[in-house]
């Protein structure tokens, strides 16, 4: 397969459609990017599908889905917590399955009852919440985590199976929960405003009749904007089989990126976060 640097910055087209599913996040949803900046990371084009994640008539957070492995392969988002409760209503993406359809997140009963998509057309675009069922040692983990919305609708957002990956059990309720609820509220203070990536690696291995890609690591990193003159970042990495977190600068995250998705370079934050 050809490979091409998405760099999202001109308008390639996807068969899907053009509202949430769309041309590119520097058109429709550029501010959750530092400095307007998507991550520039050389993928396969064809199955990686941009999607800026609406609901209730909003943009929440873009993500990067790979419709072939039927995982996100990162969300961008900006992070701003808040203490409203969270609701497990899950949805899906009905653009995935076609352009026609609504450009905002559903659950999979009203796209299949209502929107009369079939349930082979929705398997075969996107993860389904069968694909979750019944994992043994992995379960549903977020990429961009409610914990990190501010109000209701916005952590409601965060439940879309594309925003998901099989992530190790023991690792989600542990170390990287400590990461997203702990470290981010400490590495964000005198923050003005945070912008996080976070994302999957795929693997080799699958769950669901091999459907759904089982990543073989998760990362995330954040840069945060204090004033004109003052910047800072972080990042972790993880192995998706233990309970453990690797604290790393911005640039070896990067490092490690571009080795493990065999890529010539990765660049997650536009060039003035700082790498160290």
């Not at 492995?69 to 009905?94: H, L």
């Not at 005198?190 to 073989?216: D, H, L, M, Q």
């Not at 970042?233 to 600068?249: F, M, P």
Request: with cysteine.
């Amino acid at each position: 397969m050809l490979l091409v640097l998405l760099f999202f910055c001109v308008g390639w087209q996807t068969t899907p459609g053009e509202a949430e599913v769309v041309k590119s996040f520097e058109e429709t949803c550029p501010r959750y990017f530092f400095r307007k900046t998507p991550p520039k990371i050389s993928l396969t084009a064809s199955y990686m599908v941009p999607i800026c994640q609406r609901y209730k008539n909003q943009y929440r957070y873009a993500t990067l889905y790979d419709q072939k492995k039927r995982i996100p392969i990162y969300s961008a988002y900006i992070y701003n917590p808040g203490r409203a409760k969270r609701t497990d209503n899950w949805m899906v993406e009905p653009q995935l399955v076609g352009s026609g359809l609504r450009p905002e997140m559903i659950s999979e009963e009203d796209l299949i009852q209502k929107f009369h998509v079939t349930k082979a057309a929705l398997e075969e675009s996107q993860a389904v919440l069968q694909d979750y069922k019944n994992l043994i040692d992995y379960n549903r983990g977020h990429l961009n985590p409610n914990s990190h919305q501010p109000d209701p609708e916005a952590k409601k957002s965060t439940f879309t199976l594309t925003n998901i990956v099989p992530q190790f059990t023991k690792l989600n309720g542990g170390a990287w929960q400590t990461y997203e609820q702990q470290t981010m509220q400490t590495k964000t203070q005198g923050c003005k405003e945070t912008f996080a990536v976070v994302g999957a690696v795929p693997g080799n291995n699958y769950i669901a009749g091999r459907r759904v890609n089982k990543p073989s690591h998760v990362w995330s990193t954040a840069c945060c904007y204090i004033d004109n003159n003052h910047l800072r970042s972080w990042a972790i990495i993880a192995t998706n089989d233990k309970d453990q977190v690797e604290e790393l600068t911005l640039g070896q995250l990067e490092e490690k990126l571009t080795k493990l998705y065999q890529q010539n370079s990765v660049l997650l934050f536009d060039i003035d976060c700082p790498r160290q």
